[in-house]
């Protein structure tokens, strides 16, 4: 109860009008509620604000928003381990990947899923090396005919091209 009348002249003394009335009103919150905490938003700093929400069901409806695979990335994060919470690593993710375009977030969190990357430096380390905007493997552009090819084109269209030159090879 000390402090805070010392606090309260010193606002008194030392702040402009509207600072005294804040501190004065943050007071006398905290004078009337000694048996239970509470966080009042507007106290908080505008990019811890979102930490505070620890329900599961509340990081799912974020992810759920930035697609399919983040919210499946998410259920995966939290599923991880039945005796470990897993709120700060969601949390962690879910706030980076939604700093990037939907379609980049979906990928990474794709690609993080198929290579077992539950973490939050292993997601910011897929978008920072854009490995996100590579395709993942098995799902490359299917080029049979370039397998076991030296050219980059069609032998098909090789022969092509090759028969509207005439069919002659003088041309060199």
């Known amino acids: 109860m000390l402090l805070k009348l010392i606090l309260l002249i010193y606002a008194l003394f030392h702040l402009n009008h509207e600072d005294f009335f804040e501190i004065f009103l943050f007071l006398r919150y905290h004078a009337h509620s000694q048996t239970q905490w509470r966080t009042i938003d507007a106290h908080l700093p505008e990019h811890r604000r979102d930490i505070r929400h620890r329900s599961r069901t509340y990081w799912v409806d974020r992810a759920r928003r930035l697609g ?48 077992g990357c539950l973490n939050y430096q292993g997601v910011k380390s897929i978008l920072s090396k854009g490995l996100d905007l590579e395709p993942l493997q098995g799902e490359e552009e299917s080029r049979d005919w370039a397998r076991h090819s030296r050219h980059s084109r069609n032998p098909t269209q090789q022969a092509l091209a090759f028969m509207m030159r005439g069919g002659n090879d003088d041309s060199r």
Request: proline share 4%; net charge positive; hydrophobic share 40%.
């Open 68 to 115: 399919e695979a983040p919210l499946e990335l998410v259920e995966t994060i939290f599923d991880s381990d039945d005796v470990l919470h897993q709120l700060r690593k969601v949390q962690a993710v879910v706030k980076h990947l939604e700093g990037f375009p939907r379609k980049r977030a979906c990928n990474a969190a794709r690609r993080a899923i198929h290579y």
